[in-house]
């Protein structure tokens, strides 16, 4: 789509949008300003290094920079969240844990990048339910910004793709899409308690 000269730009520039996400929320949830779902963060961090290690596999390129770097910090904001405490935290959150914990050997043993991958994207997708489902009862504990910052940052990344085929693209498009729908939604509820 873009000659590499593109691609590299659009790689920088998803890891520069991570980052400016990323940077702050970190802050915020080290500071306890911002208190996330703790087991939305341990699920992130598990199927985002999976889906890089399948990115990179499948030679995605410059376009798996955003999830290398996602994963290390999803790990530190899940390290941070679960010094808040475990709230809020039900049997489905188990069960969704589980099942990533699942993929793992889907993957890594079986070799199997385009199951995975929808495996993982309905599962990552899945597991924006606990951060939503917490925003109606604390609308002041995520942010907004940082939604719109991992817009961004996915389109970049999908730009930034060396390679196009369903299991290398359909996890960044599909985040695209939950980011935004979760984005909009804290506005919403903000919105409204400010009524």
């Not at 606990?130 to 991992?150: L, N, V, Y």
């Amino acid at each position: 789509m873009f000659n590499h000269f593109g691609m590299s730009i659009f790689s920088y520039l998803s890891v520069g949008f991570d980052l400016l996400g990323n940077v702050p929320y970190l802050y915020q949830v080290a500071k306890g300003t911002v208190r996330t779902h703790p087991f939305t963060w341990l699920i992130w961090t598990i199927l985002t290094f999976i889906m890089a290690v399948v990115q990179v596999n499948e030679g995605a390129g410059g376009g798996s920079w955003l999830l290398i770097n996602t994963t290390i910090f999803n790990t530190l904001i899940t390290i941070f969240s679960f010094r808040q405490g475990f709230k809020e935290i039900d049997k489905m959150d188990y069960l969704v844990l589980f099942i990533c914990l699942a993929c793992f050997p889907l993957y890594l043993y079986f070799k199997l990048p385009l199951l995975t991958a929808i495996v993982i994207t309905f599962i990552d997708s899945a597991s924006f339910i606990p951060m939503i489902r917490r925003c109606f009862k604390d609308p002041q504990g995520e942010s907004a910004t940082f939604q719109w910052m991992m817009v961004a940052a996915y389109c970049c990344s999908l730009l930034a793709m060396a390679n196009y085929s369903l299991a290398i693209c359909l996890f960044p498009a599909a985040m695209i899409v939950m980011h935004t729908i979760t984005g909009i939604i804290i506005l919403v509820v903000k919105k409204k308690c400010r009524v």
